[in-house]
C-alpha cells in the first residue's frame, strides 16, 4: 500500500526565516511526486510535479526536491503570503492503479511578519 | 478558462435526504475524480472516471454514486446521506495518463457539505 508521510504537522517562521518541509513516502513504483498548496476554505493548487530521484523544479520561494525516499520543498525567505498548508502526494507506476493519488495529511505553515 | 468549477459551494442536510454535487471542468480533461478531505485523514478517493460514461471506485465509495455522461461533466450523489459523510468535497481532472507529463490534478474549490 502507498504511504506518505510529512514532517512536520505545522511549522510557525518568521518572515525571512528559510526552512524545508519534508515528505516521505513508500510506493511500488513511482510514477511522479507532487507539490499542492491549500489556503482555507479553497481547493488545492498544483505546485509541482518530481518525477526522479535528483530532478529538482523551482517557483518563487519555493524549491522541490526529490530523492528515493522522500521530497523536500524548500521555502527561501518565505513571506506572510506564503502561510497555507503544503499537501504532498504520490502517484504509483503500476497496473490499473496509476490514476490514483495517495496524499499526506499537509504541513501547516504560518509565516508572521 | 474557469478551470474546475463545483456547486453549490455550501449544502447542509438532514439524515436520509439525497443530493447530487456537480462538477465541471472546461480544460478538456479525460480523467476526472471525487475527493473528500476530513480532518486528520488528509484526501480520500471517493470515485473516479477515465471517460465519458465510464466510472470505478477508489478507496471510500460506499454511500456514494457517480455519473460521467458528458466528458466535462462528472456528477457525484448521495442517495441517503448520513452524518459520517459531513465532509468538504473536492473534484479534480486531469489528462489521459497516456500524456507523458501531465500526470498532475486540477482541482475545484470545493462543496461543504453538513449532514445533521
Known amino acids: 500500500e502507498d504511504q506518505v508521510t510529512q514532517s512536520p504537522e505545522a511549522l510557525r517562521l518568521q518572515e525571512g526565516e528559510s526552512s524545508s518541509l519534508n515528505c516521505s513516502y513508500t510506493v511500488s513504483g513511482l510514477r511522479g511526486l507532487f507539490w499542492y498548496r491549500q489556503d482555507p476554505g479553497k481547493g488545492p493548487e498544483f505546485l509541482f510535479t518530481?518525477?526522479?530521484a535528483g530532478e529538482e523544479k523551482e517557483k518563487e520561494r519555493l524549491k522541490a526536491t526529490l530523492t528515493k525516499k522522500e521530497s523536500f520543498l524548500h521555502i527561501t525567505a518565505p513571506k506572510p503570503e506564503d502561510s497555507a498548508t503544503y499537501l504532498c502526494a504520490v502517484q504509483a507506476r503500476s497496473g490499473g492503479s496509476n490514476y490514483k493519488l495517495t496524499f499526506g495529511k499537509g504541513t501547516l505553515l504560518t509565516v508572521n511578519p | 478558462n474557469a478551470g474546475v468549477t463545483q456547486t453549490p459551494k455550501f449544502r447542509v442536510l438532514k439524515t436520509g435526504q439525497s443530493m447530487t454535487l456537480l462538477c465541471a471542468q472546461d480544460m478538456n480533461h479525460e480523467y476526472m475524480y471525487w475527493y473528500r478531505q476530513d480532518p486528520g485523514m488528509g484526501l480520500r478517493l471517493i470515485h473516479y472516471s477515465v471517460g465519458e460514461g465510464t466510472t470505478a471506485k477508489g478507496e471510500v465509495p460506499d454511500g456514494y454514486n457517480v455519473s460521467r455522461l458528458k466528458k466535462q461533466n462528472f456528477l457525484l450523489g448521495l442517495e441517503s446521506a448520513a452524518p459520517s459523510q459531513t465532509s468538504v468535497y473536492f473534484c479534480a481532472s486531469s489528462y489521459s495518463t497516456r500524456d507523458r507529463g501531465k500526470y498532475e490534478q486540477y482541482f475545484g474549490p470545493g462543496t461543504r457539505l453538513t449532514v445533521t
Open positions: 518530481l518525477y526522479s
